[in-house]
């Protein structure tokens, strides 16, 4: 079953700008993951958030979780034309189980 | 270079015919998955393992089998592929399970006619 969902599908916005990219997800976590991946290549490790963080920042990334809406959102701040990717969450369910659920993804492409 | 590697990159063919796409890691990690990715359907776990000789199916795992007889190497097997296997695969690996970063393969791109 998927997990996460991602929203929007796309996004396309000016270098410069912000993008904010959201995620839901349906059972209990113990910690969401973004991952990036460039066109048909391996993904790659952005954040890390746990379910008892509410907000965490790395660089030009913030992510902040609502465990209550069961929903994440990635915020890029003054976004790059090397921005240009697909991003995705992954959420692990508590209990311990060892299936990672990746969402849907956001594709997102910065003009420069 | 810690990495995680897959072999063959790109693979064309006919149903039926038996493969194996290898996936090994130098970074003496515990955990180890397959995932298939499609258009509109992001990454889908195929199996894990969490440790050697411990193997569990993800949400995916018709039409494939793995082992983890060590715990560098994660073979993913289709004993009998069919069209609806065409797929890009990614094999992960972590230190501890999925609640830790993963860290991914360079995808193989598998086409079955």
């Known amino acids: 079953s998927q997990q996460g969902e991602e929203d929007p599908q796309a996004l396309s916005i000016q270098e410069g700008e912000n993008a904010t990219m959201n995620c839901s997800y349906k059972t209990s976590i113990n910690n969401l993951q973004w991952y990036r991946q460039n066109s048909g290549r391996g993904l790659v490790h952005l954040i890390l958030i746990r379910s008892n963080e509410r907000e965490k920042h790395s660089g030009r990334l913030r992510v902040t979780l609502d465990t209550s809406k069961k929903s994440s959102s990635l915020l890029i701040t003054a976004s790059r034309a090397a921005d240009t990717a697909s991003y995705f969450c992954a959420t692990d369910a508590r209990g311990n189980t060892g299936k990672l659920i990746f969402g849907q993804g956001t594709t997102l492409q910065v003009k420069p | 270079e810690a990495q995680v590697t897959q072999n063959p990159r790109y693979l064309i063919t006919v149903t039926g015919k038996k493969l194996t796409v290898t996936c090994s890691q130098n970074m003496n990690h515990e955990y180890m998955s397959w995932y298939r990715q499609d258009p509109g359907l992001g990454l889908r776990q195929i199996y894990y393992?969490?440790?050697?000789?411990?193997?569990d199916k993800g949400d995916v795992p018709e039409g494939y089998k793995v082992s983890r007889k060590e715990k560098r190497n994660f073979p993913l097997i289709l004993e009998s592929p069919s069209p609806n296997q065409t797929s890009l695969y990614f094999c992960a690996s972590s230190l501890q399970g999925p609640y830790n970063e993963q860290f991914f393969g360079p995808g193989t791109r598998l086409t079955v006619l």
């Open positions: 393992s969490m440790n050697v000789e411990v193997t």
